[in-house]
């Protein structure tokens, strides 16, 4: 278990602030959708790899695994077989889901003027981008 020493707020930009690895759990490609999944319902894997669209087995699992580990998502595995294993949302995950919600509502409802811009600047974007 990782202890913090002299944390402090506003430490973001500082190399070494473990909020950082935290931010990018969240912020992650996978993550935010993850949380946005995970805000209505519990899910399984297979059920989360359905509905997210293009995440690979392996970097769905790494992402669970990161966000379980700082204490967003519940797994509960159950002793059957197959394998059974449920993911849910803790209530650290609940209050970070609702954070993201406003940027993921945002980011849809700009998306027109967002869009003008990639006109404006002769760029186009596809489905898939690098970020």
């Given at each position: 278990?990782r202890?913090?020493?002299?944390?402090q707020?506003?430490?973001?930009?500082?190399?070494?602030?473990?909020?950082?690895?935290?931010?990018?759990?969240?912020?992650?490609?996978?993550?935010i959708?993850?949380?946005?999944?995970?805000?209505?319902?519990?899910?399984?894997?297979?059920?989360?790899?359905r509905l997210?669209?293009?995440?690979?087995?392996r970097?769905?699992?790494?992402?669970?695994?990161?966000?379980?580990?700082?204490?967003?998502?519940?797994r509960?595995?159950?002793?059957?077989?197959?394998?059974?294993?449920?993911?849910?949302l803790?209530?650290?995950?609940k209050?970070?889901?609702e954070?993201?919600?406003?940027?993921?509502?945002?980011?849809e409802?700009?998306?027109?003027?967002?869009?003008?811009h990639?006109?404006?600047?002769?760029?186009?974007?596809?489905?898939?981008t690098?970020v």
């Amino acid at each position: 278990m990782r202890t913090i020493e002299k944390f402090q707020r506003g430490d973001l930009l500082a190399a070494a602030c473990p909020s950082r690895e935290v931010l990018q759990h969240i912020t992650s490609r996978w993550g935010i959708l993850i949380l946005i999944v995970l805000e209505s319902k519990t899910l399984r894997f297979s059920e989360l790899r359905r509905l997210i669209n293009g995440v690979s087995e392996r970097m769905l699992a790494q992402t669970l695994q990161c966000l379980e580990g700082d204490g967003l998502i519940n797994r509960v595995a159950y002793d059957v077989v197959p394998p059974h294993v449920e993911y849910s949302l803790t209530p650290l995950g609940k209050e970070a889901a609702e954070k993201v919600r406003v940027l993921v509502d945002w980011i849809e409802g700009s998306m027109p003027r967002i869009a003008e811009h990639w006109s404006e600047s002769g760029t186009t974007r596809s489905r898939k981008t690098s970020v």
